[in-house]
Nanobody
Framework: QVQLVESGGGLVQIGGSLRLSCAAS????????MGWFRQAPGKEREVVAT????????YYADSVKGRFTISRDNAKNTVYLQMNSLKPEDTAVYYC??????????????????WGQGTQVTVSS
């Protein structure tokens, strides 16, 4: 069973930046696609960005394209989300997740089976 722990969230002003990290333990994630998701109050959880097991083929939601960058360091079993030019609508709890199956493309919420506990990101005006 893999454990995922997010960190790096916090309070930031409009236009600011944050870097989220997701550290995994219990299983190596080098063969699994990883993703970042977010859930704002009263809204459904949505995909933010995903990355393949090799680090290629990043996918971004239209709302974050050009502002957020997902990356991974398989040697450290860690995934990152660099968030720039933050907007109030980016305020949410951010979750990282690992795909259910090795070596497959994973972009939908249902493709992911292991989740972290989430980290709060608040963008204030």
């Amino acid at each position: 069973q893999v454990q995922l722990v997010e960190s790096g969230g916090g309070l930031v002003q409009i236009g600011g930046s944050l870097r989220l990290s997701c550290a995994a333990s219990g299983r190596t994630l080098s063969m699994y696609a990883m993703g970042w998701f977010r859930q704002a109050p009263g809204k459904e959880r949505e995909v933010v960005a995903t990355i393949s097991w090799s680090g290629g083929s990043p996918y971004y939601a239209d709302s974050v394209k050009g502002r957020f960058t997902i990356s991974r360091d398989n040697a450290k079993n860690t995934v990152y989300l660099q968030m720039n030019s933050l907007k109030p609508e980016d305020t949410a709890v951010y979750y990282c997740a690992a795909a259910r199956t090795m070596l497959v493309v994973a972009r939908e919420l249902s493709d992911f089976g292991s989740w972290g506990q989430g980290t709060q990101v608040t963008v204030s005006s």
